[in-house]
């Protein structure tokens, strides 16, 4: 009837305007516990103690998921097992995950579990601090930084600090833009890349690696590959360990 349609609109439009007013926790902690029957919930990232954190956004809940896994950035998991996704468009952002990009911080696991969420990854301003990670070799990667300018990645190990290695089988459409990979004095080498083809990297600055065996390039087996401002030089900022050498080229395997 007319009234029964006018009565379930009005329902649901209350529980509308409930999931917009009362539908804020401060962060992933929060989330995880919340135990309510709101279905959609709006994540500040601001637990009222120091800077806001980079987690903000808004999740709903996946009523048929049952299975997926809490990631710490896109899916988060209550203790009720709920599934909580977040709602976006595009790329995944570093940040989501917890990565600070203060430089001191070890942002490590943070990156890795953005990289994990196997989508287009953006990485805001900031110096991320990592030891390694994995999971760069693959086709259609696509990492964006705002800029070599101003997103750095910041690696403290000491073999190659961004690896793209298809080790025998090419990888291709790769899309690597807008950073800086900044290494230390055991750091072999800089930007390594193997068995590469057809993939775009733009505005890529490399700095400080070993400098009596260092390569801040190492291209190795790459075929048909686009690179636009791309520097390993000491013209864009001083280095207390520029690299021996700025960019290598090989077939594979040498």
Known sequence: SASTSASNAAISEANSAANAAASVVADYTTL???AGSLTALRVSGYN???APLGINGLFTVDIVDTTSADNGGTVIVASNGKRWKRVYDGAVNVMWFG???DGITDDTTNIQAAINAN????IPNG???YSVLTGLSRSNLKITGAGSAVTTLYYTGSSE???LDGNGAFITELDVQ???IKGNTNCTTLFYARDVARSIFKDINVYEANNSSGIGFNLLGCQLNYFESCLCSQNRQSMSFPPYIGCYMAVSGM
């Not at 989508?119 to 953006?122: K, W």
């Open 119 to 122: 989508v287009p990854l953006f």
């Open 48 to 50: 009222g103690s120091g």
């Open 99 to 101: 990565a600070a990009g």
């Open 178 to 180: 807008g950073i800086s």
């Open 127 to 129: 110096i991320y601090k």
């Open 161 to 163: 600090a961004f690896k």
């Open 32 to 34: 995880r516990a919340y």
